[in-house]
């Protein structure tokens, strides 16, 4: 069936390490794939996009993630966490890739920042 | 910056109400969409509109929902019988015709059931 998955619910990570964050789809044709960061109280923020082309992409606020179509992946990375890192993060797809068409969620990924 | 509003941030109904929730997309963007996220599960589609009419629909915008742009700014999404199982957080987001793929989410609207 067609998905997009996030395998990690929580993760804690110490203020200052690095951040991995997994994203696995399952489509025939590569998506259009998207990371977006729901920090407490607010709406969802665009971190980074990829459509096509380089498979690292770089994005605000130090994040980047690499595309790997062998693997169906899309993870999410920053080298050095900071305590404002902490939030919900989602995994975003567009299979479809036409104007205007609707994004699939994964199911989220709560990132906790211990000092 | 040019940023998606919505408004209320928070709405407390009762059952068999009427609620109407207001967005104000990115000024120049044409494509704007309705999405809700039910506490503890993922982020769900609505609809889609541009155009003046809806480009795509899910299964769960049935006939109590519907959506309207009534002036050149707002977007509005109607929920004419409300049920319990419609309290959620109700995003709205819009996207650009040069990039019509990037959308870009309001704060989201907070809708309580009761």
């Known amino acids: 069936a067609q998905s997009v998955t996030q395998p990690d619910i929580h993760i804690t990570v110490s203020e200052g390490a690095s951040l991995e964050l997994r994203c696995n789809y399952s489509?025939?044709?590569?998506?259009?794939l998207f990371w977006y960061v729901q920090s407490p109280g607010q709406g969802l923020q665009l971190l980074l996009k990829?459509?096509?082309?380089?498979?690292l992409v770089q994005g605000i606020k130090g994040f980047e993630a690499e595309f790997k179509r062998s693997q169906s992946s899309f993870n999410l990375r920053k080298p050095s966490v900071h305590w404002s890192d902490a939030a919900e993060y989602f995994c975003?797809?567009?299979?479809?890739?036409?104007?205007?068409?609707?994004?699939?969620f994964g199911g989220g990924t709560r990132v906790l920042v211990k000092p | 910056e040019p940023e998606v509003t919505q408004t209320p941030s928070h709405q407390v109904t009762q059952m068999g109400q009427e609620v109407i929730l207001r967005c104000v997309p990115i000024?120049?963007?044409?494509?704007f969409y309705w999405y809700r996220q039910i506490l503890g599960q993922k982020v769900e589609f609505l609809v889609s509109?541009?155009?003046?009419?809806?480009?795509?629909k899910s299964e769960i915008f049935d006939d109590q929902f519907s959506v309207e742009r009534p002036d050149g700014s707002n977007f509005t999404l109607k929920i004419r019988s409300t049920k319990l199982e419609d309290s959620a957080m109700y995003f709205c987001?819009?996207?650009?015709?040069?990039?019509?793929?990037?959308?870009?989410f309001g704060p989201g609207t907070r809708l309580t059931v009761l």
């Open positions: 987001a819009s996207s650009e015709v040069p990039d019509p793929d990037t959308q870009y």
């Open positions: 489509y025939g044709a590569t998506p259009y």
């Open positions: 990829y459509f096509s082309g380089d498979t």
């Open positions: 975003a797809v567009d299979p479809i890739k036409a104007a205007g068409n609707k994004l699939t």
């Open positions: 000024s120049n963007h044409l494509y």
């Open positions: 509109f541009y155009n003046n009419e809806i480009s795509e």
